[in-house]
């Protein structure tokens, strides 16, 4: 990443959200593998209109912005890919298959571990891009500052 000055800034908010991001990449796939731990579940929000997102029609219109899912006894077909999951969840005793992509995620938690995850709500229809992350450019470090003369 450049600036009007062809210097380079790291971006570290981008760097701490994919982080984040792989923290849930590899949880999920985890649990794909080798199933719920005793007492962990998820609770999963995502945001609605975020590009790529599949789920029924009724649960859009029940759901409009955000939904939140909860990964817990009744799940199936836990799959996980570099870019999203998909998973089979019961509504109303019909079974549903849902996919969501990671950059949709709002919100990740498993209350038993009492960890917590807040990511930035991207706007509908886009993917991270700098001009978002780098808004607060108090917390970009630009490496000339400590280059010797």
Known sequence: MTDSKNNLLINYNLLTINAMRNVVINVLKDVANNGLPKNHHFYITFDTNYKNIEIPNILKKKYPNEMTIVIENSFWELLVKDN????????????????????????????????????????YNKEINNKELFNDRKNIINMTDFKKG
């Open 84 to 123: 999203y999951f998909s998973i089979i969840l019961s509504f109303d005793n019909i079974k549903t298959t849902l996919v969501v992509p990671f950059e949709s995620i709002i919100l990740f938690s498993d209350p038993y571990a009492n960890f917590h995850l807040k990511f930035p709500k991207l706007e």
